[in-house]
T-cell receptor, first 115, second 113 residues
Framework: AQTVTQSQPEMSVQEAETVTLSCTYDTSESDYYLFWYKQPPSRQMILVIRQEAYKQQNATENRFSVNFQKAAKSFSLKISDSQLGDAAMYFCAYRSAYSNYQLIWGAGTKLIIKP | NAGVTQTPKFRVLKTGQSMTLLCAQDMNHEYMYWYRQDPGMGLRLIHYSVGEGTTAKGEVPDGYNVSRLKKQNFLLGLESAAPSQTSVYFC????????????FGPGTRLTVT
């Protein structure tokens, strides 16, 4: 069975600096999708970025980018120029390309932004 | 577009009471999901639906029932609430193509005393 591990329960960063959140996963499959979701204090779960395993190029969305290392089964999220509004829980999630519904979730990392 | 909405946002139940959570989406998505979120854990899938009139069990289905009579609505029922069902409940929807990105509602905080 697939598992997703976020080893950092909490991270903090100074405003305007860069922070990287870690995510590792375990799978025997070759085709899958990876996601980062953000959950601010409002509770709303917001999709930040996604990565298709068959794509070698790392996904980027404005200040958010990933470092996808397929062989190492690692999927870290880099947030550049951190802003106060980035403070939230961040969840990493995995979906097999052979499943039409199942998302496997990590336990989350709480990101604190210091002004 | 409102996206995915959930009713109610908060609810307190006594043990043994019943209630229904309503999820509605206006994105014409085929797939809908119910999750629960407990402290220190990621989301866990309760039930899901791949289309109107269909439902299936997820990871933690016991104590819950669901119905999808209309494509845009997905109902989650608790027939006899227990304190272990105290949680935050999220509904999500997706289209069955590509990455199947899931879009979430704002959540319902349920407390069972």
């Amino acid at each position: 069975a697939q598992t997703v591990t976020q080893s950092q329960p909490e991270m903090s960063v100074q405003e305007a600096e860069t922070v990287t959140l870690s995510c590792t996963y375990d799978t025997s499959e070759s085709d899958y999708y990876l996601f980062w979701y953000k959950q601010p204090p409002s509770r709303q779960m917001i999709l930040v970025i996604r990565q298709e395993a068959y794509k070698q190029q790392n996904a980027t969305e404005n200040r958010f980018s990933v470092n996808f290392q397929k062989a190492a089964k690692s999927f870290s999220l880099k947030i550049s120029d951190s802003q106060l509004g980035d403070a939230a829980m961040y969840f990493c999630a995995y979906r097999s390309a052979y499943s039409n519904y199942q998302l496997i979730w990590g336990a989350g990392t709480k990101l604190i932004i210091k002004p | 577009n409102a996206g995915v909405t959930q009713t109610p946002k908060f609810r307190v139940l006594k043990t043994g009471q019943s209630m229904t959570l309503l999820c509605a989406q206006d994105m014409n998505h085929e797939y809908m999901y119910w999750y629960r979120q407990d402290p220190g854990m990621g989301l866990r899938l309760i039930h899901y639906s791949v289309g109107e009139g269909t439902t299936a069990k997820g990871e933690v289905p016991d104590g819950y029932n669901v119905s999808r009579l209309k494509k845009q609505n997905f109902l989650l029922g608790l027939e006899s609430a227990a304190p272990s069902q105290t949680s935050v409940y999220f509904c999500a929807s997706s289209q069955p193509r590509g990455a199947y990105e899931q879009y979430f509602g704002p959540g319902t905080r349920l407390t069972v005393t």
